[in-house]
């Protein structure tokens, strides 16, 4: 049974930070494409950011700079790290896996989300 649990949100001020972590199991972790989505009340889910099983990252431009992405594969786990937070930062962020990459028949899992509140 494939499994990702989100941690790490929370309530925090304009300019502070938050680390998200997600925990997978059931599933080989080092041959998946890990995201994070969000989102934000009344909109729809949004990408920002993607790790491949090689490491190569890419970002939402609105979070460059701010945010890193980042897994540790011999934990099944896979971060974001989120500074200079913005109000409009604020969402319900998911963990997703697409793999194996080495097949041409992927699956997509997601976790339940986390809340993060950045109060204008």
């Known amino acids: 049974q494939v499994q990702l649990v989100e941690s790490g949100g929370g309530l925090v001020q304009p300019g502070g930070s938050l680390r998200l972590s997600c925990v997978a199991s059931?599933?080989?972790?080092?041959?998946?494409?890990m995201r994070w989505y969000r989102q934000a009340p009344g909109k729809q889910r949004e990408l920002v950011a993607v790790?491949?099983?090689?490491?190569?990252?890419n970002y939402q431009d609105s979070v460059k700079g701010r945010f890193t992405i980042s897994r540790e594969n011999a934990k099944n786990m896979v971060y974001l790290q989120m500074d200079s937070l913005k109000p409009e930062d604020t969402g319900i962020y998911y963990c997703n896996a697409e793999g194996p990459v080495f097949t041409s028949s992927r699956s997509q899992y997601w976790g339940r989300g986390t809340q993060v509140t950045v109060p204008s």
């Open positions: 790790i491949r099983s090689s490491g190569s990252t």
């Open positions: 059931g599933i080989p972790f080092s041959s998946y494409i």
